[in-house]
């Protein structure tokens, strides 16, 4: 397992959303939340930062960006944030600098509802 994890974020099937505005609201909602969700887990605030620039992407385009987090973490943020903003479906994708540290989860409803990876044998 390593630290640094490349992660690719995706707004998931837009086309399901009827009113555009009501989707980015709702976008826009979470982006301010984050900054909430990193100090209750107890990260330091420029987490915060790299997230929002994460989420900043169009509902139609991909965004990426490298974070110093094991993918178990990043994974549980995201959880997280799909719980508290169950409206916005969106999958993100990680890559960590072992080849087989490779993981995908995709997020509708407030749930997971695609997960592959990261491998079981996996150290923290």
């Known amino acids: 397992m390593s ?6 974020f995706s707004y998931y099937e837009p086309d399901d959303f009827y009113n555009p505005r009501e989707l980015e609201l709702a976008r826009a909602r979470m982006r301010e939340a984050i900054e909430s969700l990193v100090e209750s887990k107890g990260y330091h605030r420029d ?3 790299g997230l929002r620039e994460l ?3 169009r509902p139609d385009q991909q965004n990426e960006k490298p974070f110093k987090m094991h993918s178990f973490a990043i ?3 995201f959880t997280t944030l799909a719980e508290q903003f ?3 479906p969106f999958a993100v994708r990680g890559r960590g600098e072992d080849m087989r540290d490779i993981w995908v989860r995709v997020y509708s ?3 997971v509802t695609f997960d592959l990876g990261p491998p079981e044998d996996a150290v923290i």
């Open 47 to 49: 987490l915060a930062i």
């Open 75 to 77: 994974i549980d943020l």
């Open 55 to 57: 989420l900043a992407c």
């Open 109 to 111: 409803g407030g749930k």
């Open 3 to 8: 630290w640094w994890t490349s992660v690719d």
């Open 86 to 88: 169950p409206e916005v």
